[in-house]
């Protein structure tokens, strides 16, 4: 079975620092992974995913994730937050065997950065 | 470049009503896919199509159906609406069915059912 967990529901941070939005996957086989973001009122926007490869992956705005495979972790990282990047952040997971409708999302957390 | 169009944005219904959801992308994408978005609970998959005419069931399909006639509309019907249905609805388009391909989303419709 598939699951995604976000364990945080909520980051605060404030402007300047380096931030973290939590996530851990559990996929039978090897895993695509995603991370979205989501703003007031609008659909999920893609950030950056995980294919294969180097385990730091770059995505938009500045926002990075490291690919964990001892720990099952995909991290979403920012070395100086910005207020702007208050949001909704979801992770996701495709199993690679199970093809293209499954894909898995977490509960979500939401950041907060604080001026 | 629209995208992906949802109307309406907002849709307020009564118990036993039915209604449709309406979707369009102009990406050409095959795949298109119903999400809906709860709190604390994520997306979860309602229904998918990986091209005209091809149709299959997600996580949660009771209560909706789809169909793809063309490769731009996948619309969503509720067959009579239920209060449990009160829901955030995402529409989503992928390029191909590779699962490696990230999703592009409309930004929702908002309907709530008395």
């Known amino acids: ?115 | 470049n629209a995208g992906v169009t949802q109307t309406p944005k907002f849709q307020v219904l009564k118990t036993g009503q039915s209604m449709t959801l309406q979707c369009a992308q102009d990406m050409n994408h095959e795949y298109m896919s119903w999400y809906r978005q709860d709190p604390g609970m994520g997306l979860r998959l309602i229904h998918y199509s990986v091209g005209a005419g091809i149709t299959d069931q997600g996580e949660v399909p009771n209560g909706y159906n789809v169909s793809r006639s063309t490769t731009e509309d996948f619309p969503l019907r509720l067959l009579s609406a239920a209060p449990s249905q009160t829901s955030v609805y995402f529409c989503a388009s992928s390029y191909s069915i590779g699962s490696n391909q990230p999703q592009h989303f409309g930004d929702g419709t908002r309907l709530s059912i008395l």
């Open chain 1, 1 to 115: 079975a598939q699951s995604v967990a976000q364990p945080e529901d909520q980051v605060n941070v404030a402007e300047g620092n380096p931030l973290t939005v939590k996530c851990t996957y559990s996929v039978s086989g090897n895993p695509y992974l995603f991370w979205y973001v989501q703003y007031p009122n609008r659909g999920l926007q893609f950030l950056l995913k995980y294919i294969t490869g180097d385990n730091l992956v770059k995505g938009s705005y500045g926002f990075e994730a490291e690919f964990n495979k001892s720990q099952t972790s995909f991290h979403l990282k920012k070395p100086s937050a910005l207020v702007s990047d208050s949001a909704l952040y979801f992770c996701a997971v495709r199993d690679r065997q199970t093809g293209a409708n499954n894909l898995f999302f977490g509960t979500g957390t939401r950041l907060t950065v604080i001026p």
